[in-house]
Every structure is written in C-alpha cells, then in structure tokens.
C-alpha cells in the first residue's frame, strides 16, 4: 500500500539547520507532486513547500530563501524519497511537519491547478528555541 514516512525532526537552535527525509512508496500509483506541510500548536496546517512530477517547485513566502525541496526517484523500486533542507531555523519554524503526495491512478488525474495532496504522513517534530 501507499506509505510515507518522515524522519529527521529535532530541538535544534535558532539559526541552526535540519534536514527532514520522507520515505514515500507510492505502490502502482502515478506521482503527481509532493511536498512538506506543517502545522504549528494552535494554527492551521499550511503548505512549506512543493515539487510537482516536472520538477516546478513552490515555497511559502516564510521559508522562501531558508528551505530547499528535493526529491531523489528510485526507478528499480518504485520508491521515491523526498527531503526538506532547513537552514537558519526560526523559532516561528517549530511545528509539526507533514510529508504529503498526490498520487493518482494515472498522470492525467494529475491536478491541473496545482498540488493537492492525496496522501500523508504521520509527522514528525521540529522545535526551534530562541
């Protein structure tokens, strides 16, 4: 089945760096696009950022210039991994951050409006102190 995995979450420093890592199998589904949500105590979830199949990627206005998507496709098994690089961390930044996928049946179910996630993980931590 459809599994995302996040790994990578800390207490880091304010101005330190984090690297989260999602482990994403998408089983006999076409990926449409995947990204990092994160969702603060209190706040709504927001998108961090997102790398649909051809490549355009799409940050938040707060972490623009900070954090990098990335994703690394594995052809021989189908499985992909995807990464978030944190640089210069902000104490606004902790939160718990999501791995999510748009994944369909076939690329012409693919959003044509933009990336909606389909599918999720189940988070993992990130604390920045001050």
């Known amino acids: 089945q459809v599994k995302l995995e996040e790994s990578g979450g800390d207490s880091v420093q304010a101005g330190g760096s984090l690297k989260l890592t999602c482990a994403a199998s998408?089983?006999?589904?076409?990926?449409?696009?995947m990204g990092w949500y994160r969702q603060a105590s209190g706040k709504e979830r927001e998108l961090v950022a997102s790398?649909?199949?051809?490549?355009?990627?799409?940050?938040?206005?707060s972490v623009k210039g900070r954090f990098t998507i990335s994703e690394n496709n594995d052809k021989s098994n189908a499985k992909s991994t995807l990464y978030l690089q944190m640089t210069d961390l902000e104490s606004d930044d902790t939160a718990i951050y999501y791995c999510?996928?748009?994944?369909?049946?076939?690329?012409?179910?693919?959003?044509?409006?933009?990336?909606?996630?389909?599918?999720w993980g189940q988070g993992t931590q990130v604390t920045v102190s001050a």
């Open positions: 999510a996928a748009e994944y369909r049946m076939i690329a012409d179910y693919c959003s044509v409006t933009g990336f909606e996630p389909n599918f």
């Open positions: 998408p089983y006999m589904l076409t990926t449409c696009g």
């Open positions: 790398i649909k199949n051809d490549g355009d990627t799409i940050y938040s206005k």
